[in-house]
């Protein structure tokens, strides 16, 4: 049973960093991992994802101000984030999808199999 469960939330002022965590359980080589998120009022919406060798792929709106990672001895996913701006405040979800493409699943939350609870962002101006 694959289980997703997300920390790190918080507010923050723009301009600021954090770093969100997911541990994850039931998860095997062959998943693909991301982060989406969910802003108020709007749909949920690609931010990040990775491969088991290390691909990414990232959301025109974050690149170059967020990292996403996974440390396998530790079982978690991350995503960094840096720069952030008050339109970054959303929902923030860890999810999973037993591979296929994994550019077409950033932009097709719907092809998400797996995911977490979530973890609340919000960035004041």
């Known amino acids: 049973q694959v289980q997703l469960v997300e920390s790190g939330g918080d507010s923050v002022q723009a301009g600021g960093s954090l770093k969100l965590s997911c541990l994850i359980s039931?998860?095997?080589?062959?998943?693909?991992m991301g982060w989406f998120r969910q802003p108020p009022g709007k749909e949920r919406e690609g931010v990040a994802t990775?491969?088991?060798?290390?691909?990414?792929n990232y959301a025109d709106s974050v690149k170059g101000r967020f990292t996403i990672s996974r440390d396998l001895t530790k079982n978690t996913l991350y995503l960094q984030m840096n720069t952030l701006r008050p339109e970054d405040t959303a929902m923030y979800y860890c999810?999973?999808?037993?591979?296929?493409?994994?550019?077409?699943?950033?932009?097709?939350?719907?092809?998400?199999?797996?995911w977490g609870q979530g973890t609340q962002v919000t960035v004041s101006s």
């Open positions: 990775i491969s088991i060798g290390g691909s990414t």
């Open positions: 999810a999973a999808k037993r591979g296929g493409d994994l550019l077409a699943w950033l932009l097709k939350p719907s092809e998400t199999q797996n």
């Open positions: 039931g998860v095997y080589s062959g998943y693909y």
